[in-house]
């Protein structure tokens, strides 16, 4: 990296420091205004908010530029392995320990006569005490010396949040530090929650990936259209747009190699062999068309698919008439297999709570939606936390873990050269729909009415045509025997999933009571859209359905399919209940993108 117009340390001018490159040329910022400005560092998790202020840092420890980052991770030591600065924190090999450092003051104002850095580590300490003793000796100590001096704020949104307990000081220092000269630079993934005391005093920013919307939204001010916004989430790692002082017009960087090593790595997973039993089975699809999209998806608890007694919960399914099911006579032998089997456990029934959550289902999105925030969007309001519509109040609003397991699928496609092809899906686990997390959890239609069928059930579904068939038109589609196939009406009738319309002479017709059509398998591949994580609270929503479910639909539409691994994971959601005089409904709010849980009918 290189410097522009190198100074004497301590003397700032106007000096260009290089930082990255934009359009395949050096990029370099304005140093007066990195140190003494304010500077807001925004992007998400993993867009390069560390690596951003390591690289900036690097750069201001080469001149001698002085500065104070607290590290709320324990991130930055490293830059001690290439630079003279003062580490204090709980570690062992600290210069001082933060709990029982004595004359901070002074150590900070050696920092700013002396241009030797500070890192405030305060990731093993109580954070918010640490760091508001700190900032009243920054602000101090900037009204004694006046010398230019930078505080640098990592996770400010801990420490700065749009509630009462943000650290007073630290607004004071956006607003009055730089006539002293003590800059200020916070960074966040975060904007949203935010003060807005302090991201308004922000004159330069420099901003990442970001894909919450109201993150989106917080920083749309500092755009100029839709269109730029909308790009930031579509940004690398790395990459960032910066705006004001910083440099003469709004441009999109990124930022060069560190000279020290990059602390905040993600860990690498080590190889290691699956699960034979939990985590592979044979077989798999893709979802069925999208459909147009709901607000707010059904209750898990209480959709008429998990109730499939009750059809007064599933008004106009299928479009087709609400005629009472007509269960047809069975034999007595296979009657009493058909008893048997009803009273195995149906795998399809209302969802349950359950406390303690399986190794597998351990994991799961992370959680980056605070519950005010969350009844924020359930409110459709920006402010009014507990307003909603005209007459209605808030009941409850609750953490809850929506299980979801990522199938991934080989199989054969192609009837003259055969090609094997690799896919990859997301299944509610409650209730087999498809789910789709990457812009807010989504979900259609998909494998819900098939799951807990038995095979031959599903391969007698899978034949209807919309207009309906006799019995013995489903038996030659089918090549199933006459007591198969009604066997699998009875089974289907008894499910809702087909009710008998109409007579054909002598022969009742069947028609289909599901809308959509049988998932077939695509060739997209899905990630997930970020590292899992420890649940945080909260409780689990009970799986539903089970890989042997899914395995028993393929082996029927897609008998080329192998299933090769089955991921467990869960995606935070809050469950906002709403009371009216109406009566009551629930808000899903997906407590990792700020969205509402969609659902297409
Ligand atoms: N400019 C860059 N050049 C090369 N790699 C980068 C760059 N910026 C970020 N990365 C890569 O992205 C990873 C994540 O970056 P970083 O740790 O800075 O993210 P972050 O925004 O601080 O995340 P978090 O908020 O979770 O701490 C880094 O480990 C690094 O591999």
């Not at 009875?490 to 599901?514: C, D, F, H, N, Y």
Request: aromatic share 6%; with cysteine; charged share 30%.
């Amino acid at each position: 990296m290189k410097v522009i117009h190198e100074k004497m340390p301590h003397y700032i001018s106007v000096m260009d420091i290089i930082v990255g490159k934009a359009n395949g040329r050096d990029f370099g910022i304005n140093a007066q205004e990195l140190v003494t400005g304010r500077t807001c560092i925004i992007a998400q998790s993993g867009a390069g908010k560390s690596w951003t202020i390591a690289v900036l840092c690097e750069q201001l420890c080469r001149y001698h530029i002085g500065f104070c980052l607290i590290d709320t991770e324990g991130e930055y030591f490293s830059l001690k392995d290439r630079f003279d600065l003062t580490w204090i924190g709980a570690d062992d090999e600290c210069d001082y320990d933060i709990e029982r450092v004595e004359g901070l003051k002074e150590i900070i104002r050696d920092s700013i006569n002396t241009g030797i850095p500070v890192i405030y580590d305060v990731s093993e300490v109580e954070m918010t005490e640490k760091v508001s003793r700190l900032a009243d000796i920054l602000y101090d100590l900037a009204t004694e010396e006046r010398k230019p001096y930078l505080m640098i704020v990592e996770e400010a949104d801990k420490f700065i949040p749009q509630s009462r307990d943000s650290i007073k000081k630290i607004e004071e220092i956006s607003r009055r530090g730089r006539k002293r000269g003590l800059g200020l630079m916070v960074a966040t993934q975060r904007p949203a929650i935010v003060t807005k005391n302090v991201l308004s005093q922000c004159n330069n920013q420099i901003i990442g990936k970001l894909s919450i919307e109201n993150d989106l939204k917080a920083v749309d001010l500092f755009f100029g259209s839709k269109r730029e916004v909308e790009e930031l989430s579509s940004l690398n790692p790395g990459d960032f747009y910066i705006m004001g002082g910083l440099t003469r017009e709004k441009t999109r960087m990124r930022f060069g190699k560190r000279e020290t090593k990059h602390r905040g790595l993600t860990p690498i997973l080590a190889p290691r062999s699956p699960d034979p039993v939990q985590n592979y089975v044979d077989e798999a699809p893709e979802a069925p068309e999208p459909a147009e999209l709901q607000d707010t998806p059904e209750s898990p608890v209480e959709t008429a698919q998990d109730a499939p007694n009750n059809q007064e919960t599933q008004p106009g399914k299928g479009g087709a008439a609400k005629k009472k099911p007509v269960v047809t006579p069975v034999s007595s032998e296979r009657k009493e297999k058909k008893e048997e089997k009803e009273k195995k456990p149906k795998p399809h029934t209302r969802v349950r709570r359950k406390k303690t959550p399986s190794p597998l289902e351990e994991r799961a999105l992370p959680l980056r939606i605070e519950r005010d925030e969350a009844l924020n969007i359930a409110g459709g309001r920006k402010k009014k936390v507990l307003i909603f519509g005209k007459n209605e109040r808030l009941v409850s609003a609750a953490l809850v873990y929506w299980p979801l397991c990522l199938f991934h699928v080989r199989y054969i496609s192609g009837k003259i050269r055969k090609i094997t092809q690799d896919t990859s899906f997301i299944i509610d686990a409650t209730q087999g729909r498809c789910a789709d997390i990457s812009d807010g959890l989504r979900f259609r239609a998909c494998f819900s009415d098939y799951i807990g069928l038995s095979e031959d059930a599903i391969r007698v579904l899978n034949s209807f045509s919309i207009s309906g068939e006799t019995a013995a038109e489903i038996e030659a589609q089918t090549r199933l025997s006459p007591e198969v196939v009604e066997d699998a009406i009875s089974e289907l009738s008894t499910k809702k999933l087909i009710t008998a319309s109409q007579m054909a002479g002598e022969r009742e017709v069947w028609v289909p009571l599901v809308r959509h059509g049988m998932p077939r398998l695509g060739t997209g591949m899905v990630r997930l859209p970020a590292a899992l994580e420890s649940l945080d609270g909260g409780t689990v929503l009970e799986r539903m359905v089970h890989e042997q479910d899914i395995r028993t639909i393929l082996k029927v539409t897609q008998p080329t399919a192998e299933i090769i691994a089955c991921q467990l994971f869960s995606c935070p959601v809050y469950e906002v209940k709403i009371a009216s005089p109406a009566g009551e409904r629930t808000v899903y709010i997906d407590g990792f993108m700020g969205k509402n849980v969609l659902v297409a009918r």
